[in-house]
Structure formats: structure tokens, C-alpha cells
């Protein structure tokens, strides 16, 4: 997986099919393959703890695929163009076999058996083949489009996007290696003493790979700005107490990790109760920001999570929908050099070898990302009611350097 945001990287995809076909009896579950209503005669969709689930069969059939069951493990296995999929009662990981590699996908909800009859998670089930899947809860009714098979369709037509995503893997390869940068954060905010602006420069090194950084720095703040701030807002309201803390934000220090694969960042610095944060062994703990999703380096792949995260709102067909996206992003120039890609909240620009990335964040919230060959700098802008912020990072990538520290 190539991450196209450095330290805090681009939006979570979240799936959101939605259309508005004719409602389901009370009490009942509907699905739709392909925008055609799925038949069920002796085993009926369930619901439970927030999922629904559906009798294998007639899930994996519908789909085209043939389907095998284990009573001795317990076990479902499922086989479509070279592609083999197993569940198994009781167990939350999906197991994926294809062209001799295995993949698990860990989910949270597993196979059972009711009525002499095995039930798997429809959305986990239907995704291991690249189905795209959403629960519409006013009808009761799930959506599944087969983006894989459409897909096929537009095998090697998306020469320009997998140029850009070429372009992106140069900005941040596979391998461990070094990372150094500087920053400039810059924010007027709202407060009791009027507006403040607080601006933050300073430079870090660490070091990256798929998975993780880790990476130290300092920070500098303009406290001339802010402490005149203060006096033409408040007045001549700076005591001992104030000017110590301004001085204790002069100039400090801080280390922190970011874990990918864990969605978690850490973060260690004197100055973390000022910020609000506490720390358990000098190391504050939490979530990393909703953008931090990773961005496939095969175009195939690219598309169809993209397609996950397409608004079929007011669509009369989810099909249609996903294939509108396809054709969007379908073009017929394998020489390109530059282009213009837009899919969804993202606008993708290669223009010879740079990429530039345009994300909307919600919220007026947006970042801009520039990725070029060992190279890669973001932007990111906010505005709300009580405060206006910006951050802006270059950052140069070397090789070498060992695999980062994925916790404190």
C-alpha cells in the first residue's frame, strides 16, 4: 500500500450506497444484486447485532460462484475466477486466496448456524469479491453492486491513473528509509482575550515505512505576536504566570509515532498538559485523524474503493452510479504525462512528474498534496466559527534507515 499523506495521510473511505426502491414488508429484509431482487425459498436474511447476514448459498451462488461446505471445520469456501473465500463458523477473519497468496480480513461479525442453515456477514462476504455493499435502513433493504465483475470490463483502461499512482509510489516507497522536513503552522483563533494568532515553525527527522513513522523534532513559536496580541486586545494583562507560559512555548520538543496498521499516534512532549493532553510514561495516546486511510498502488484496487465511496444519493440504479465513476476515471492514452482525474472528494493532477491531490475534508477542511520523486509536501487548511488554521510540511525522503518503532 503506498500512503499518499505523510505522517496523518488522505481520507477514510466510507461505504455509501444509497437508493430508493420500493419498501420491504415490515419486518422483512430485502437484497438486491446488481439492482435485481435476490429470491430466498427455505432460509431467510437475518439480522443481529447490527449486521445482517444472509445463507451462504444463495449469497455466493447469486454471485456466480461455486460453493463448498466443511461440516468437519465448520467452514464455507467459496471459488470465483481464481479467487478462493472462506468462513468459518465462530471466526471473524475472511481467509482470500488468490494467484497463491493468502490475505485475511479482519472483521467483527461471524458465521453461525440457525435452522440447519449456515449465515455469513453479507457486507464482509460480498466485499472478499469486490462487491460493494450498504444497508439502506428506511426500505430494509441491502445493496450489493458487483464492482469486481463491472470492473473487468475496464481491465487496462486506466492507464492515466495507474501513472499517477506510479508518480505517488516514488514520493513513498516500500522500504524503510529516512525522512527529514520542516513545517509552519499557522492559526487565529477566538478566545477570551480576543484573537490570538499562534504560528509554529520547526524541522524533524525520523524514519518511515508502509506501516508506521517515527520521527522527533522542534518547534518554535512567534510569542512576540502572540504576547502583542494580548496587550492590544486585554491590555497591559501580562503577569509572571502568563509570560511563563509563553516562554515555556518559546521553544520545546517533541517525538512522536504514527502506527498505520493500528490507526493509533503517540505522542511525547513537555508541553503536553498545556495542550490539553495526558500521558501515561511521558506518552499521550489517540486516534489518528480520519484522513489516514492508505491508497492502493494498483489502479484496479484504486477504483474499486473509490467505488465504495461513491453517493449514489437520488440515483435511480447503484449500477449505473458505479459505473459512472468507472467511465470517469477510464481514459485512452497510455503515454500520458499529465491529466485530470476527479472521484469523489479527490481531485488527482499529474503533470509530468509531479501529482497533485486535492482532498475535501468536510467541514471546510481540505488538504492539497504535491508527491514527487523522493519528495512530497502538504497543505492543509481549516476554517470554523471560533478559528482559522494551516499546516504546511515539505518533506525529503533518503534511502536506508531501519523499520520505525510502531509503539513507545
Excluded at 354 to 382: M, Q, V, W, Y
Aim: hydrophobic share 40%; aromatic share 6%; net charge negative.
Amino acid at each position: 500500500m503506498k500512503r499518499i499523506l505523510s505522517g496523518a495521510c488522505s481520507a477514510a473511505l466510507v461505504l455509501a450506497l444509497l437508493t430508493a426502491p420500493a419498501a420491504q414488508a415490515a419486518g422483512t429484509i430485502g437484497v438486491e444484486l446488481d439492482d435485481v431482487p435476490l429470491a430466498f425459498t427455505d432460509a431467510v436474511p437475518l439480522a443481529q447485532d447490527g449486521r445482517t447476514y444472509l445463507p451462504f448459498r444463495a449469497l455466493f451462488e447469486a454471485m456466480g460462484a461455486g460453493v463448498e461446505w466443511d461440516a468437519a471445520t465448520q467452514t464455507v469456501t467459496a471459488v470465483r475466477d481464481g479467487r478462493t473465500v472462506r468462513l468459518t463458523l465462530g471466526q471473524t477473519a475472511v481467509t482470500v486466496e488468490e494467484d497463491g497468496k493468502t490475505t485475511e480480513l479482519l472483521t467483527d461479525a461471524a458465521p453461525f448456524a440457525r435452522g440447519g442453515r449456515t449465515y455469513v456477514p453479507v457486507r464482509f462476504a460480498a466485499q472478499a469479491f469486490d462487491a460493494v455493499v450498504d444497508w439502506d435502513a428506511e426500505t430494509r433493504t441491502v445493496r450489493i453492486v458487483d464492482a469486481g465483475r463491472l470492473l473487468d470490463e475496464y481491465d487496462g483502461s486506466f492507464t492515466l491513473l495507474q501513472k499517477m499512482l506510479d508518480t505517488a509510489a516514488l514520493a513513498w516507497p516500500d522500504a524503510a528509509h529516512r525522512i527529514s522536513g520542516s513545517y509552519t503552522s499557522s492559526a487565529l483563533t477566538q478566545t477570551s482575550m480576543g484573537d490570538l494568532p499562534v504560528t509554529m515553525t520547526g524541522t524533524f527527522t525520523g524514519t518511515e515505512d508502509g506501516a508506521a513513522s517515527a520521527f522527533s523534532g522542534d518547534c518554535k513559536t512567534d510569542i512576540d505576536a502572540l504576547r502583542a496580541a494580548i496587550v492590544k486586545n486585554e491590555g497591559d494583562v501580562i503577569d509572571t504566570r502568563i509570560e511563563a507560559l509563553l516562554t515555556r512555548f518559546e521553544r520545546f520538543s517533541f517525538s512522536t509515532i504514527l502506527n498505520y496498521d493500528e490507526g493509533v499516534q503517540y505522542l511525547r512532549s513537555d508541553n503536553l498538559s498545556e495542550f490539553g493532553l495526558s500521558a501515561a510514561g511521558g506518552w499521550a495516546e489517540g486516534e489518528l485523524p480520519a484522513y489516514t486511510a492508505p491508497l492502493p498502488d494498483d489502479a484496479r484496487d484504486y477504483v474499486l474503493t473509490l467505488a465504495a465511496d461513491c453517493s449514489l444519493t437520488g440515483s435511480d440504479s447503484a449500477v449505473e452510479a458505479v459505473e459512472a465513476l468507472f467511465d470517469g476515471l477510464s481514459d485512452g492514452a497510455p503515454g500520458a504525462d499529465s491529466g485530470v482525474l476527479e472521484a469523489g472528494s479527490r481531485t488527482l493532477t499529474l503533470n509530468g512528474g509531479a501529482l497533485t491531490i486535492e482532498t475535501a475534508l468536510g467541514e471546510h477542511t481540505a488538504r492539497t498534496d504535491t508527491l514527487r520523486r523522493n519528495a512530497r509536501a502538504f497543505t492543509l487548511t481549516s476554517e470554523n466559527v471560533t478559528r482559522t488554521s494551516s499546516l504546511t510540511c515539505e518533506i525529503t525522503v533518503r534511502s536506508g534507515g531501519e523499520a520505525p518503532a510502531h509503539h513507545p
